[in-house]
Nanobody
Framework: QVHVVESGGGLVQAGGSLRLSCAASGRTFSGLAMGWFRQAPGKEREFVAAITWGGGRTVYADSVKGRFTISRDNGKNTAFLQMNSLKPEDTAVYYC????????????????WGQGTQVTVSS
């Protein structure tokens, strides 16, 4: 079992930046891909970004390409999502997820989920 906890959400003005963190604990973090998803009110949870265990491959949703960067520090069992040039439409609860199936963009590809952190971007 892997327990993941997100942090770093908050309120920011449009054009600003936030850095989300995802700390994993429990069974070994080794071999797990990490993903970030988000869910706005009244909408389905959507893929944002994902990274392989070794960090050699990353995938992004088209809506965040060039603005968001996913990374990880395996020594600290932590993944990050650097979000720049934030827009009001980025407002959502952001979820971190971990799973052994490599970089996938569907929620079904991840076994372990955090409780989410709220990101609100004001215009």
């Amino acid at each position: 079992q892997v327990h993941v906890v997100e942090s770093g959400g908050g309120l920011v003005q449009a054009g600003g930046s936030l850095r989300l963190s995802c700390a994993a604990s429990g069974r070994t973090f080794s071999g797990l891909a990490m993903g970030w998803f988000r869910q706005a009110p009244g909408k389905e949870r959507e893929f944002v970004a994902a990274i392989t265990w070794g960090g050699g491959r990353t995938v992004y949703a088209d809506s965040v390409k060039g603005r968001f960067t996913i990374s990880r520090d395996n020594g600290k069992n932590t993944a990050f999502l650097q979000m720049n040039s934030l827009k009001p439409e980025d407002t959502a609860v952001y979820y971190c997820a971990a799973g052994p199936r490599g970089v996938v963009t569907s929620t079904g590809g991840y076994d372990y989920w955090g409780q989410g952190t709220q990101v609100t971007v004001s215009s």
